[in-house]
């Protein structure tokens, strides 16, 4: 059994956007974002976070590179509590922790040149006299020829603003690298050569992903484990294979079933009993009991009233819904 | 397909320039396009290839200045649309072409309520001479949104793009279009915007009312398994202009043109197998096009005539079609204008 490298545990960020009432009955009016996610990342591992827009996958990358303070709930990176005493993390943790956004066309300074862009890493993290030298191996292991130092990023293409992305993010040498949807704005072909150049990094530097995307059947090839989040809550983690062979929770199925498929074989896998329904409820008026059951179709009374917990259904299979046995004491356990 | 009957939309050797700082962008290279009434018909490429070019080119909605049109042909039930007044464009616009747009919240105007907006389209799509009373409309706009299996419609009518979310933003685009019955349906990336299992309900409600108002459609998008699920032919886009036409599942089954190889080969499965390499190098820079066929720099088979002549589109059978010099042995080049597809 490896070691976890990283591990959340009900991590919660609430965002207060307005307030009702006046005076004594002013109340705070708060967005649900993440709302008591628990799940853990193993070395060298990638562990996939899916879910819809709104179910606060991106809160949760956020929280953990540092940019909000969580509401309440902790994460630990191997032995050091990362939210702990002012919530200023230490330098030689900034390092460890990176992050590639998005949308690679706003991640990156149009004013600042990719030299320049990956210099402020290096300055702060890895002072050293020989900082080109350190540039043009950064570039290299990418893929990118020297020259590109003297570009801007108005002058490169998506895959490859995104590739510079990963540069600067691995400039610092992480052992975790968290990326939040690094493909989705991107066309499958390039789409296809990014992921083979982060796999191979990977392998290369034993790097440790948290790739956040909500297109499963890329899911499927990447990651090792996946984690399936709605409306700031974990509902199903698995072992990716036995994951796709045997999805338990009712809205993995719904999932599942929607994506667009190219092959007979990949619609057999799709199980056809859950169809899509409804909308993702907004994060302001969570239902209460289990969150989802306002679209699931095997709804039961005691969905609408208690909220269920993190169960074990199998072998590293752990789902949250009422359908499978729920641990005797309604706890806190975690996946 | 090729049952003789007259094809709703043609396309031949339709070329877009734009005009830009430093130079023309040679967007569109000889588009040609067939289909008949009845078709669902997908037009996938990658960003960039001239997709969305080619549909405006069809609604003659192209800015000009900077997009010209120096030859090409646009035929929509036997009508020249390059040669139409204005009256006629309009028309056609109205009852004979609807569109789709690829966000939802672009496509429907901010200041007006959903009423205003649905009442225009179907005031100003009415044939001429036809006037419609305010009573009339209204109860059109109410039973198009029942339509799109949206509740309480009432209220609706009267609330602003902001007060939906994406997908029912999308489900009151759908209805508009379809409010006037049009003959012909572009969906520009109906989908992409959403959510999947949004995206799934949507695209399941514009399979249905399309089947129900036997619309003709033609949908664009680079999600290859949306084409598979929703049309029965694809035109494959590369850089502006048609590689490969076959029906849908032949396409999947057995794609000729090496583009379409690539792009079928890098769609990551839900089977697993990992992530396959992808097409190397990038879609070309269209102010100095590459000679010969423009996929050339990216073809794992180039040969020395692919970098010489542009291919001409090589007939596999009455329903597929390649434009690739790898076909030229076996089969000859279809010089019929009638009966060609690409």
Known sequence: MTEDILTVSHLKKHFVIGYTGQFKERKPITVKAVDGASFSIQEGETLGLVGESGSGKSTVAYITIGMYLPTSGNIRFREHELFQGNGKRPRHLQKEIQIVYQDPGSSLNPRQNIKQILEMPLRIHKPAKNQLEQIVYLLEIVGLPPEFMYKYPRMLSGGEKQIVSIARALSTEPSLVILDEPTSALDVSVQAKTINLLLELQKEFKLSYLFITHDLSLMRNVSTRVAIMYLGKICEVAETADFFRNPLHPYTQMLLSSIPVVTKEEEELKPKKVVSTGEIPSPVNVPPGCSFHTRCPFVMDICKQVDPVMAEAGPNHSVRCHLFPQPALAGSKSP | ?342
């Open chain 2, 1 to 342: 397909m090729m049952n003789g009957a007259k094809p709703l939309l043609t396309i031949k050797d339709l070329t877009v320039h734009y005009s830009v700082y430093g130079g023309r962008l040679q967007v569109l290279d000889g588009v040609n396009f067939t289909m008949y009434p009845g078709e669902k018909v997908g037009l996938v490429g990658e960003t960039g290839c001239g997709k969305t070019t080619t549909m405006k080119a069809i609604l003659r909605v192209l800015p000009s200045p900077p997009a010209s049109i120096p030859q090409g042909e646009i035929f929509f039930e036997g009508q020249n649309v390059m040669q139409m007044s204005e009256d006629v464009l309009m028309q056609m616009r109205g009852q004979g072409i609807s569109m789709i747009f690829q966000d939802p919240t672009a496509a429907l105007n901010p200041v007006f309520s959903i009423g205003e907006q649905f009442e225009a389209v179907i005031k100003y799509s009415a044939p001429p001479g036809m006037i419609l009373t305010r009573q009339e409309i209204h109860q059109r706009a109410l039973s198009s949104l029942q339509e799109v299996a949206l509740a309480d419609p009432d209220r609706l009518l009267r609330s602003y793009p902001i007060q939906l979310s994406g997908g029912m933003r999308q489900r009151v685009c759908i209805g508009m279009a379809l409010a006037t019955n049009p003959k012909l349906l572009i969906a520009d990336e109906p989908g992409t915007s959403l959510d999947v299992t949004i995206q799934d309900q949507v695209l399941r409600l514009l399979r249905r009312l399309v089947e129900e108002h036997n619309t003709s459609v033609i949908l664009i998008t680079h999600t290859l398994g949306i084409v598979r699920e929703t049309t029965n032919r694809v035109y494959v886009m590369y850089a502006g202009s048609m590689v490969e036409t076959a029906p849908t599942e032949k396409l999947f089954a057995q794609p000729m043109h090496p583009y379409t190889q690539g792009l079928i080969s890098t769609v990551p499965r839900l089977t697993g197998g990992g992530v396959a390499s992808g097409i190397p190098g990038r879609i070309p820079d269209y102010r100095n096009p590459p000679s010969g066929c423009r996929f050339h720099p990216r073809c794992p088979h180039v040969m020395d005539i692919c970098r010489k002549e542009k291919p001409p589109a090589f007939q596999i059978n009455t329903e597929h079609a390649v434009a690739c010099f790898l076909y030229n042995k076996d089969h000859s080049a279809n010089d019929e204008k009638e009966t060609r597809l690409l």
